[in-house]
């Protein structure tokens, strides 16, 4: 991007500046007003003001961010090879629920902390103790005081696994000369298609390539043996299904549909784990309302032959959920939620994915394994009972679905070596630096 346009975009850069400048003794009471909702961790709320709580270790750093949990597990298979490749890695993330996973997911030679408010002096204070040697940001994930800071100190900056919507592309396009100068403070641009490439590059990011998705690169989720063992006792020969991710508005289709199937399939088992895990007791009085027997996990309720709605509503435990079942629906897809949710994890480990019509986010995902036959999109509750009913009566094309998505995961695989070529001189010359 020209320095004309850069120049263009200073005024507003500096009257941002100034803003949150301003706003920074208000921070406490914001994050204050955050916890009591559960959206921070009162052990560590001054990493949001920029203090560190870990001490930064000798040597090469690369500092790694990714907004909340799906950013930051996409970015687990970079860590580990630069950890690999002898580089300490810092991995911030803005949410209580990615610090809680990463904790459990980071390999030895990593560690997390949370990404400052985007006010100035908060960061200052964050690259002063970390001392990054190369930045790297996931996805679209831009704030304005991070990239001009990061910027000015001179430290290479790209933009992984990048990616933009046709929505996101045209609310930018109404404003050029912002999204440019923003744009052009980043060194790299390493996008996951071709479509998303050419939106940035007209947006004005200066270099861009095509790496993929790195979120193919992501191990299957982790998982407790002996609670699996525990669960697929308990299941026995049921039929299951697993909703993951679930939005408000969905769980009433899934109930729904429960109670179309319970003819066919009387002892038929629902499990459905909300995105938000705190709406677990919400979704069962839902589940007794209409009439159904449900059990929460969080609160230990076995699962008996007679509970037909099982409410996952603990973190870190997908893994488990993903491997109890052969079908999984992939929420934030039907009724009024939108935007979809990453269906790579069930798909690596051999499951069938239903989603609805609303999965802009993760389109090309969706696309690809719906291609492959190892996807089916469900408009509503009609279509999904019907989908249910299909993979329930035919053992066989149920098998060969999830033969087809894990196919379909691996031949999509690659990006994180691309993307470690991509970096290379700038990994060289920062470790160089650190001799």
């Given at each position: 991007?020209?320095?004309?346009?850069?120049?263009?975009?200073?005024?507003?850069?500096?009257?941002?500046?100034?803003?949150?400048?301003?706003?920074?003794?208000?921070?406490?009471?914001?994050?204050?007003?955050?916890?009591?909702?559960?959206?921070?961790?009162?052990?560590?709320?001054?990493?949001?003001?920029?203090?560190?709580?870990?001490?930064?270790?000798?040597?090469?750093?690369?500092?790694?961010?990714?907004?909340?949990?799906?950013?930051?597990?996409?970015?687990?298979?970079?860590?580990?090879?630069?950890?690999?490749?002898?580089?300490?890695?810092?991995?911030?993330?803005?949410?209580?629920?990615?610090?809680?996973?990463?904790?459990?997911?980071?390999?030895?030679?990593?560690?997390?902390?949370?990404?400052?408010?985007?006010?100035?002096?908060?960061?200052?204070?964050?690259?002063?103790?970390?001392?990054?040697?190369?930045?790297?940001?996931?996805?679209?994930?831009?704030?304005?005081?991070?990239?001009?800071?990061?910027?000015?100190?001179?430290?290479?900056?790209?933009?992984?696994?990048?990616?933009?919507?046709?929505?996101?592309?045209?609310?930018?396009?109404?404003?050029?000369?912002?999204?440019?100068?923003?744009?052009?403070?980043?060194?790299?641009?390493?996008?996951?298609?071709?479509?998303?490439?050419?939106?940035?590059?007209?947006?004005?990011?200066?270099?861009?390539e095509v790496t993929g998705n790195l979120k193919y690169d992501v191990p299957a989720p982790p998982f407790s043996q002996p609670a699996?063992?525990?669960?697929?006792?308990?299941?026995?020969?049921?039929?299951?299904?697993?909703?993951?991710?679930?939005?408000?508005?969905?769980?009433?289709?899934?109930?729904?549909?429960?109670?179309?199937?319970?003819?066919?399939?009387?002892?038929?088992?629902?499990?459905?784990?909300?995105?938000?895990?705190?709406?677990?007791?919400?979704?069962?009085?839902?589940?007794?309302?209409?009439?159904?027997?449900?059990?929460?996990?969080?609160?230990?309720?076995?699962?008996?032959?007679?509970?037909?709605?099982?409410?996952?509503?603990?973190?870190?435990?997908?893994?488990?959920?993903?491997?109890?079942?052969?079908?999984?629906?992939?929420?934030?897809?039907?009724?009024?939620?939108?935007?979809?949710?990453?269906?790579?994890?069930?798909?690596?480990?051999?499951?069938?994915?239903?989603?609805?019509?609303?999965?802009?986010?993760?389109?090309?995902?969706?696309?690809?394994?719906?291609?492959?036959?190892?996807?089916?999109?469900?408009?509503?509750?009609?279509?999904?009972?019907?989908?249910?009913?299909?993979?329930?009566?035919?053992?066989?094309?149920?098998?060969?679905?999830?033969?087809?998505?894990?196919?379909?995961?691996?031949?999509?695989?690659?990006?994180?070596?691309?993307?470690?070529?991509?970096?290379?001189?700038?990994?060289?010359?920062?470790?160089?630096?650190?001799?």
């Open positions: 991007m020209s320095g004309a346009i850069r120049r263009s975009f200073e005024p507003a850069l500096a009257f941002y500046r100034i803003a949150t400048t301003m706003l920074g003794p208000l921070a406490p009471a914001l994050l204050n007003w955050r916890r009591r909702r559960g959206k921070e961790d009162p052990r560590r709320m001054a990493e949001r003001m920029g203090y560190a709580s870990l001490a930064r270790p000798e040597g090469p750093l690369a500092w790694l961010h990714g907004a909340s949990v799906g950013e930051g597990i996409a970015l687990l298979p970079l860590v580990e090879r630069l950890v690999e490749r002898g580089v300490n890695v810092l991995v911030t993330t803005g949410t209580v629920t990615s610090a809680s996973i990463l904790a459990d997911r980071l390999p030895a030679g990593a560690r997390h902390q949370y990404l400052p408010l985007d006010i100035p002096r908060f960061l200052a204070r964050f690259l002063d103790h970390w001392r990054p040697g190369l930045a790297l940001v996931a996805e679209s994930e831009i704030w304005p005081n991070m990239l001009r800071m990061v910027d000015e100190r001179g430290v290479p900056l790209a933009l992984v696994n990048a990616r933009l919507s046709p929505r996101s592309f045209e609310r930018w396009r109404k404003a050029p000369n912002l999204i440019g100068s923003l744009l052009s403070r980043i060194d790299l641009c390493l996008a996951q298609t071709q479509d998303d490439a050419i939106r940035l590059h007209q947006l004005g990011a200066p270099c861009v699996l063992a525990q669960m697929m006792a308990a299941v026995g020969a049921r039929p299951v299904w697993f909703a993951a991710s679930t939005h408000p508005g969905e769980e009433e289709i899934i109930l729904a549909v429960h109670r179309r199937l319970r003819a066919s399939f009387p002892d038929l088992l629902t499990i459905v784990a909300p995105r938000h895990a705190r709406r677990g007791p919400q979704i069962a009085e839902l589940a007794a309302s209409v009439g159904m027997s449900s059990a929460l996990r969080s609160l230990g309720d076995r699962l008996t032959p007679e509970t037909e709605f099982y409410v996952a509503d603990t973190m870190g435990e997908m893994g488990l959920f993903y491997r109890l079942t052969s079908i999984v629906l992939v929420g934030k897809s039907l009724g009024g939620a939108r935007g979809g949710q990453n269906p790579i994890e069930p798909a690596k480990l051999g499951a069938t994915v239903l989603y609805g019509p609303n999965v802009g986010n993760f389109a090309e995902v969706y696309r690809d394994l719906a291609a492959a036959q190892g996807a089916m999109e469900v408009a509503d509750e009609t279509e999904l009972a019907q989908a249910l009913r299909l993979y329930f009566s035919d053992p066989a094309l149920l098998r060969r679905s999830g033969r087809a998505t894990q196919d379909a995961v691996e031949r999509f695989g690659g990006a994180t070596g691309r993307i470690m070529q991509a970096l290379e001189p700038c990994l060289t010359q920062m470790q160089a630096e650190n001799r």
